[in-house]
Structure formats: C-alpha cells, structure tokens
Antibody
Framework: QVQLVESGGGVVQPGRSLTLSCVAS????????MHWVRQAPGKGLEWVSV????????YYADSVKGRFTISRDNIKNTLYLQMNSLRADDTAVYYC???????????????WGQGSLLTVSS | QSVLTQPPSVSGAPGQRVTISCTGS?????????VHWYQQLPGTAPKLLIY???NRPSGVPDRFSGSKSGTSASLAITGLQAEDEADYYC????????????FGGGTKLTVL
C-alpha cells in the first residue's frame, strides 16, 4: 500500500533554514508528481508546492516563492522541501502528498503522509 | 480568504442528507476545471473523497457524491453517520492566479 513518511520537522528560529523529507513506498514514485501542502494550527489546507514526476517542472505558492525549494530523488524515492528564511507564519503541519495522475496541475491528490510539524519561534 | 468559498459549518442528524457547497468563479470552477473533495477526520491527514467532480476512489462509500454546475460544486452525504463528523475541503485550479492548487476554506460537519 502507498506510504508517505515525512520527517525533519521541529522548532526553528525565525530566519533559519530547515529541510523536510518524505520517503515514499508502495507505488512507482518516479511516475507521479508530488506535492507539499501545509496546515497551520486550527486552520485550513494551504498548498505549498508541486514537482513533476521527473523534477523538470516545479510550482510554488506566492507565500513561499523564493524561500522554499522542492526537489526529489527518484532513486531514493524521496521528496524534499528546503525552507529558507523561515517566518512565524510558516508554522504548520507539512504534508507530503501524491498526485492522482501524471498531470500535476490541475489534478487531485490521492495519498497524504501523516504530516510533519514545523514550529518557527524564537 | 480562499477563491473557493465553503460554508464554515453544516450539521445534520444521523441518517439525514447534507450538502456542502463550494462556490468559485469563472476563472476556476466556472472555467471547467475539475473539483476534488477531501475529508479530514480529527487529528488525521486529509483523505481523497471525490475526484474529477463526481468520481469516488475505491473504498469510499457511495453515500458520498459530488456534482458541479456553473461556478459551483457540491458534496452530498446521505445516510449521515457519526463517523462522518470531520472537516471537508474542496480543491480546484484557478487560471487567474499564480496558484496552481486552490483549496476551499473548509467546512466542519457536525453530526447531531
């Protein structure tokens, strides 16, 4: 079965950097686009970024553009989110998620990880 | 403030039918882009409930159904059960924004 396991969250000071990882299993990782979606405490879902199956296309939400970088390693079946210049409003649970089909946008997200909590605080 | 508007909350008694609306505009739902729905049970990750406006993934009960008309979409839940109490989110794409995935603000369903 599809499994997405995020790691790398924690408490970080404003202005610092952190990288989230997501190890995928149970499907052919290199055939699907992958997303990062976040959810601030008590708030709704906010899309962060998406990467195509081969890494050639990457898109970002305006709120993270220029600060966050999405990448993937199809040999290690791992998705990454490098986050720089972190701010308090980046505090959220970050979900790694799989695109339903080969088309990353527009399209549905069919599997989600359990999430990794990032807290940005001094 | 999302470009897809959902009611903050809806409620219904066990066995009843409830609907959750997702209102967009001519640059998203009205432009023909598909709408997808997710269920998020308390303390858990979201789960795909409906994709492509009205398709259910394997394992999703047929009590859940989706529809789309004009600039809006709806999620209907029939035979409401206690375990349906959750947050529900619609999702689509907006051609006027530099945001490639847009979610509605979410709707809290309370089973009375």
């Amino acid at each position: 079965q599809v499994q997405l396991v995020e790691s790398g969250g924690g408490v970080v000071q404003p202005g610092r950097s952190l990288t989230l990882s997501c190890v995928a299993s149970g499907f052919s990782f290199s055939n699907y686009g992958m997303h990062w979606v976040r959810q601030a405490p008590g708030k709704g879902l906010e899309w962060v970024s998406v990467i195509s199956h081969d890494g050639s296309n990457k898109y970002y939400a305006d709120s993270v553009k220029g600060r966050f970088t999405i990448s993937r390693d199809n040999i290690k079946n791992t998705l990454y989110l490098q986050m720089n210049s972190l701010r308090a409003d980046d505090t959220a649970v970050y979900y790694c998620a799989k695109s339903l089909g080969i088309v990353i946008v527009p399209g549905a997200i069919d599997y989600w990880g359990q999430g990794s909590l990032l807290t940005v605080s001094s | 403030q999302s470009v897809l508007t959902q009611p903050p909350s809806v409620s219904g008694a066990p066995g009843q039918r409830v609907t959750i609306s997702c209102t967009g505009s001519s640059s998203n739902i009205g432009a023909g882009y598909d709408v997808h729905w997710y269920q998020q049970l308390p303390g858990t990750a979201p789960k795909l409930l409906i994709y492509g406006n009205n398709n259910r993934p394997s394992g999703v009960p047929d009590r859940f159904s989706g529809s789309k008309s004009g600039t809006s979409a709806s999620l209907a839940i029939t035979g409401l059960q206690a375990e349906d109490e959750a947050d529900y989110y619609c999702q689509s794409y907006d051609s006027s924004l530099s945001v490639y995935v847009v979610f509605g603000g979410g709707t809290k369903l309370t089973v009375l």
